[in-house]
Structure formats: structure tokens, C-alpha cells
């Protein structure tokens, strides 16, 4: 088996916790690994960097191609740009795809939710351009260029038709955004029908598209959408399938992708040991399915369906009292029978 070189990162809060769970699991299930472990975030500033994302660690993503990230702190309103946004911008990693799912075990109000959104990664409101006009008034520029929306548009046309999927659903809000969203959409609708029209597309205000979405989450495929969108959608949709514990995330890019969950760094529970480690072992799965070790992705992801379909050692956010250990423990048991 191929021995592959993939960058660690922490990260902030739970981070640590969560990403050396995965690292253990992801061993265990026979990963051929040297890890690249670098800091970002809180932690690369306590470390004596000057930077929350050091060099250091973006040239390692750059030469190895592939990271696997915990989730950093961003203070709010002041300090330095975000991490993730850094990132996302420096790697060009201009597509999140965030797979939302029911899983058996995991006790909701919804069943069979099975659907993916997919975020503009690079622009929008997070293109980082404030600036103050007069005292007392500041402006948020929102940055929308037609490379980066029909690049996303066609990534996720391109990824409905390899995964089987069978419809992808824009929100937007071009009714009042009507250049920027409106670009948005232009964009969407074209690869749809000059390159896709194999898949089913559906254009739907996002405020109305909220609603629906808790109506009945079973009537959306894929979801597409800008940046600020597909974060704020991507925490509502993880609340119908059991939180942010149990929804991962890729950062892709084409010549570079970072796995991390979508969740944050979770300061009121870091340290205690008693992070749902999932997410991150998820995000490990997509990752180890982009670096075609599929039979390793396929272990994992058995071993733990099977822990939460037995429900006996889930964490507390899932309404158990395992610890992250012992989730991470009873995961690898299960690979080894
Ligand atoms: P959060 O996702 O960290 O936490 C929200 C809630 O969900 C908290 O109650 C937390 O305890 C719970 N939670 C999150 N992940 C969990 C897990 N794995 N297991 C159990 N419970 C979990 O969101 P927040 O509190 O708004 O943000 C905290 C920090 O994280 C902020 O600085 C924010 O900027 C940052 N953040 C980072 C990323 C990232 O690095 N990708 C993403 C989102 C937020």
C-alpha cells in the first residue's frame, strides 16, 4: 500500500482532541501515514508564529496537496483574518462540500435526510473587503466574479453526476442582490443548460428555501450557494440530522483539499474530553475517498455505523456519557472484529 504524507492541523479548542482521535482511528484502520502535524490558529500564535496561519504550514498543505484540519478559534470582530478564510482564499480551495445525512442510531425529528451543500468557498461577504466610509458608517463589499461562480457551479454539476445525485437546488437572494446572487444564478443556470441537463435544477429564494428546508429536508439533493449562505445553512441543515457532531466537510480545491468538520473549535466543552470526535472521523472518510483508499474509507465508516446503530457508547451531544476516548475506543473495536 501506497504510504501517503497528509499535513495535521490541530487547530484550536476540541481540535486537538478530535483530530488525534481521527488520526488514531484512521491508523488503526490500516492508513499508511506520515502525518505533517503544524499549527494554525490560537495555537500558532502561542507557539511564538506571527502569523495565525504560519508559511510554514501553508507551504507544507502546498507540497503535500492533502490536509486533514481541526477547528481553530477566530475572535470576533478584531484580530487577524480568519484562518479558514486564509486558507480557502491562499489554496484556492474554492469548493466546500458538506455531505448532510440521517444516520441510523442518531435519534432526530427528521429520517432520510440525504443531501449535500456545496459552498462557494472563496468570495462573496467573506472576500474581507470592510471598509470604515465615514465614522459611524462601515461597508462590507460582497465580491461575486463569474470564474468563481461558474467554477462552483460546474464542480457541483460534475459531482451530482458522479455521485448519482438527482437534483441540485441554487439559494439565493437575487431579488435584492440582484448582480451579485443575480451573477450567481446566471451562472448556475448556464452550466446547467448547456453542460448538465442530465440532473434536475430548481432556483429558490433562500429565505423561502430555509422554510421548506424544515418542512421537509427530504425534498433537497444537492444544494448550491454562495459563501455566507453555506455557512449559515450548512449548521441549520446539521441541527435536522443530529448537530455538528455528525456532519463533516471538505475544502477542494484543484490542486490542494483540506478535510476538517464543519463545526468550530467548541471552546465551552474544549479540554474535557467529551467532544463528539465523529465529524472530524467523517471528514477523514472523504478524505481517505479522495486519496483513493476506498477500502479504508469503507472500514471506518462501518465500524462507526455500527457504534451508533448499537447506541450504547455515543457522546453527549447524541444523548450518551461516552467520552471522546471511549466513542474513538469503541470505533476501533469494532474494525478489529
Ligand atoms: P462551535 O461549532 O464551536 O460550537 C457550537 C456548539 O456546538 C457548542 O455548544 C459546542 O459545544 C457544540 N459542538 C461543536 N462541535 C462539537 C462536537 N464535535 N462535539 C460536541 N459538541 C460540539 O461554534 P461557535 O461556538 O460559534 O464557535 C467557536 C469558535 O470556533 C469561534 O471562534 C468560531 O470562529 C470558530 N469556528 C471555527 C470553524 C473552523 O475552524 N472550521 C468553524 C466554525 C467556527
Known amino acids: 500500500m501506497a504510504k501517503h504524507t497528509i499535513v495535521l ?3 484550536d479548542g476540541i481540535g486537538p482532541e478530535v483530530t488525534a482521535a481521527t488520526r488514531r482511528v484512521l491508523e488503526a484502520a490500516g492508513l499508511s501515514v506520515d502525518w505533517v502535524e503544524l499549527p494554525a490558529g490560537a495555537t500558532a500564535l502561542e507557539q511564538g508564529f506571527d502569523n495565525v496561519l504560519p508559511q510554514r504550514t501553508l507551504a ?25 478564510v486564509q486558507l480557502r482564499q491562499a489554496l484556492n480551495l474554492y469548493a466546500a462540500v458538506r455531505p448532510v445525512r440521517s444516520m441510523a442510531g442518531v435519534k432526530t425529528r ?19 473587503i470592510e471598509n470604515e466610509i465615514v465614522p459611524g458608517v462601515v461597508t462590507s463589499l460582497k465580491v461575486a466574479s463569474e470564474v468563481a461562480c461558474t467554477r462552483i457551479a460546474r464542480y457541483a454539476f460534475r459531482y451530482a453526476t458522479r455521485r448519482h445525485r438527482r437534483k441540485i437546488t441554487v439559494f439565493h437572494k437575487a431579488n435584492i442582490m440582484k448582480m451579485s446572487d ?6 448556475a443556470r448556464r452550466i446547467y443548460e448547456e453542460e448538465y441537463p442530465n440532473i434536475e435544477y430548481e432556483e429558490l429564494i433562500i429565505d423561502a428555501g430555509c422554510m421548506r428546508v424544515v418542512q421537509d429536508p427530504t425534498r433537497f439533493d444537492v444544494l448550491l450557494m454562495e459563501n455566507l ?10 441541527g435536522l440530522v443530529g448537530g455538528l457532531g455528525v456532519v463533516p466537510g471538505a475544502n477542494i480545491g484543484d490542486d490542494a483539499a ?3 468538520a464543519v463545526h468550530g473549535s467548541a471552546p465551552d466543552i474544549a479540554g474535557k474530553g467529551v467532544a463528539n ?32 446503530e448499537e447506541g450504547k457508547t455515543l457522546t453527549r451531544d ?6 471522546t476516548q471511549q466513542f474513538t475506543d469503541a470505533v476501533i473495536a469494532k474494525m478489529a472484529k
Open 9 to 11: 492541523i490541530p487547530g
Open 60 to 84: 507544507a498543505i502546498q507540497a503535500h496537496k492533502i490536509a486533514l484540519k481541526g477547528p481553530v478559534t477566530t475572535p470576533v470582530g478584531k484580530g487577524f483574518k480568519s484562518v479558514n
Open 110 to 128: 427528521y429520517d432520510h435526510v440525504d443531501m449535500v451543500i456545496m459552498r462557494e468557498n472563496t468570495e462573496g461577504l467573506y472576500s474581507g
Open 182 to 187: 443575480g451573477l450567481f444564478i446566471k451562472c
Open 229 to 238: 449562505y453555506g455557512d449559515l445553512i450548512s449548521d441549520l441543515c446539521a
Open 258 to 260: 483540506v478535510f476538517e
Open 277 to 308: 470526535p465523529l465529524a472530524c472521523i467523517m471528514s477523514g472518510v472523504m478524505m481517505l475517498n479522495h486519496i483513493h483508499e476506498e477500502a479504508i474509507a469503507t472500514r471506518v465508516k462501518d465500524a462507526y455505523n455500527r457504534v451508533l
Open 318 to 323: 447524541l444523548k450518551g456519557t461516552a467520552s
